[in-house]
Every structure is written in C-alpha cells, then in structure tokens.
C-alpha cells in the first residue's frame, strides 16, 4: 500500500501518543500501595530489580521484530501488553507474585516499545526528508510526555485521597482505550526482509556484534544505559525518603508533577542547551546531577530537601533526546530499533544488581546510608566512563 506524505506527517503527531504512560496516574501511591499489601522495602527493589531482568531479557528480542515485521505492529503489541500489566495491578495483583505477574506483561510491553518508537520517528522523518528535526520534535515530544504526566500524577495524587487503590484502576482504563489509538499508526516505509526465525538470530547477532564493536556507539549505549538505571534508583528512592520527612500523602503527586515539570523543560530546551555548552558538557550533566541528588538527599533529610530531586529530573530530560540522536548518527532502518533496544537492555541488566543491592542496604542500614553509598558508586562509574570516552 502506498504510504501519502499526509498520513506520514500524521505520524509525527501521534508519535506524541506513543509517549503518553498513563501507568504514571498511580505513580505518586505505588510504593505506598505495595507496602498496604505487606511488602517490605527490600521486596520492592527486588520485585523492579526481576521487571528489569525481564525486560532485558526481552530488549534485544523484541528490537529485532520491529526491525523485521515494523514498527506500528510492534508499537500495538506493545500498548497491548501494557493495558494487560495495568489491569493486573489495578483489579488482580495483592501479593509479591501478584504484582510479579504482572510486571511480565509490563516488560513485555515496555521491551516491545523500547527503541520502537525511536526508530519509528526517524523513519518517518528520513521519508519525509525532515531527519534534522529528529532531536527538536524528540525533544518536545519528551516535553510533553512530562508535562501529560505531570497532570497524571497531580489526578493520581488526588484519587489515591479517595482510596489508594483507585489510580491504578483509573490507569488501567486509560491504557485500554490508549492501545486502541494505537491502530491509527501508519507504517513507515522502510527496508526489511520479513520475519523468519533464522532471520531473526542473525539480525539479532549482527546488531550485537555492531554495538560492541562500534566504540562510539558502544560507549554511549553503555552510558545511557548506565544514567537510565540511576534514575531509576533515584525514582524508588523518592516515596521513602518523602514518608521519613513526613511529607503528607496529598502532596506526592503534586512532588512528582513538579519533578516531571522540571524534566519537561530540560527535554524543551534540550537541544539548546547541547548546542551552547556542547556534547561532552552535555554528557556531564546527564552523568552527574543525578548523583549530586543521591550525594544531598543521602546526607540531609527535611522536606526542603525534595527539591534537589530536580537535579535528577534535568539529566532525566535530556538523556534519550541528545544521547539517541548521537547514537542515531551511525545506524541505519534496518538496525535501528535493536541497537536502540541495547541501552535499555545494559540499563535493567546494571539494575538488577543495583536494585536489590540498595534495597537491601536500606533495611540492613539507612536509607540515608544507602543514598550516599549509591552516590558514590555512580559518580566512579562515570568518572570511569569520561575518562575511558573515544575521540569523535
């Protein structure tokens, strides 16, 4: 079927949708809510340290169907999957294996979308001929997935004051009729031979094999992955320490809004601010404010504090805006989406030792201690990484 530069252009509007997480209405209770069904802190570190060795597992797989049956097909897999995780923690999940149950369909549906929809807007952007704009129209979209959050978190704040459990039923609903929307896609031409399994391994080979020895697209895959699994160390950091400083429960989902207002705008001016100070000031702030946050929040507990989240929230906008576009520079349609899928693959694999290390080092310390130590870890890490950095 003959794709019109109408129904293209339609994609880069609807690329919006793709980035609208819904999951983010129940986002302000979460650890709340697991800890009402009787799990302990441990026991949520561990329960998103398994999700992250799922969702590795399935990074790379799924990146090579996209690659080999397209993107809108995988992107309705994957919000199918998604509305399926959410059902199951609204209406279902009341116990460790419950929630467990279902953080497979949401790895499933997160791995599915991972480097998908990356790889579905440069597509269609190199179609249209408009692949200068990738990182400008990346870079709002990503704005405007914080800001929608922003708004989800203030109404999920708002409903857990009804009943805890009722953001996530509201998630749930919102993610059904989301994965709907999500058949209004219009396929991107681009090169790929169709699925077979042996295909299938060999594309999965070559793209591993390129990442790794490519060093430029190996160290900034490697350090994605790296700045993605300290923020999300970060995020389950955030709730505990908010219930130490006895923040009351109405304000969590003003917090977080904040929070993702603030990513918001660093992923707004992202570009901006990467062409005035430069790629590898860039990269510092991406690598450091996140530790800064760990290095302050570990040290100092009051509720003034909650602010130095937002050092973490900046490095969070501007991450997959700047650092994709770089990465993008040396792919092409056919190896796209998989070689995008390996930085979130080295990100859950680092988190599934992170996680359950700090989570335990909570209980078995302080939370304060567990900070500072995870601030420390990570500013090594990324010395480590600037200092090892290839020439351009």
């Known amino acids: ?71 809108k097909k995988t992107i309705i897999l994957s919000f199918f999957f998604y509305a399926i995780g959410l059902i199951l923690y609204g209406f279902v999940a009341a116990t460790f294996y419950g929630f467990l149950f279902a953080e497979f369909f949401f790895a499933i549906g997160s791995a599915l979308l991972s480097g998908t929809d990356s790889a579905f807007l440069y597509d269609t952007l190199k179609k249209l001929n408009r692949v200068s704009e990738y990182k400008k129209i990346y870079s709002n979209a990503n704005a405007f997935y914080l800001l929608i959050g922003a708004v989800f978190l203030m109404i999920g704040g708002f409903l857990a004051s009804v009943s805890l459990v009722l953001p996530l039923k509201v998630a749930a609903m919102a993610g059904i009729i989301l994965f709907f929307t999500m058949f209004t896609l219009v396929e991107p031409p681009f090169k790929r031979s169709g699925f077979s399994t042996n295909k299938y391994i060999n594309q999965m080979k070559k793209n591993v094999i390129f990442t790794f020895t490519h060093k430029r697209v190996r160290w900034l895959t490697l350090f994605l992955g ?43 001016f992202a570009t901006k601010i990467e062409e005035k100070i430069g790629e590898f000031f860039s990269l510092l702030v991406m690598g450091f404010l996140p530790v800064v946050t760990l290095f302050i929040a570990g040290r100092y507990f009051a ?74 870890s990570f500013a090594v890490v990324f010395l480590t990484m600037f200092f090892v950095k290839p020439k351009d």
């Open 1 to 71: 079927m003959t794709v019109t530069k109408k129904q293209l252009e339609s994609n880069l509007w609807k690329f919006y949708l793709t980035k609208l997480e819904v999951v983010t209405i129940g986002i302000p209770i979460i650890t709340i809510y697991m800890l009402s069904k009787g799990l302990s802190i441990a026991e949520i570190f561990t329960l998103q340290a398994i999700f992250g060795l799922m969702l590795a597992a399935l990074e790379l797989p799924t990146g090579a169907i996209s690659d080999l049956v397209g993107r």
């Open 226 to 268: 790296i700045t993605t699994s300290s923020g999300i160390l970060g995020f389950w950091y955030y709730q505990p320490y908010m219930q130490i400083v006895n923040l009351d429960l109405a304000y969590f989902g003003i917090v977080f809004a904040g929070l993702n207002v603030v990513a918001a705008i660093a992923s707004k």
């Open 303 to 376: 509720t003034i504090v909650i602010g130095t989240f937002c050092f973490q929230q900046i490095g969070r906008g501007m991450q997959k805006p700047i650092v994709t576009s770089y990465i993008n520079e040396h792919l092409d349609s056919s190896n796209r989406a998989t070689v995008l899928s390996m930085s979130g693959l080295f990100g859950r694999l680092i988190g599934f030792v992170v996680l359950p290390t700090f989570g335990y080092l909570v209980d078995a310390w302080s939370l304060g201690q567990s900070m500072l130590f995870a601030g420390i």
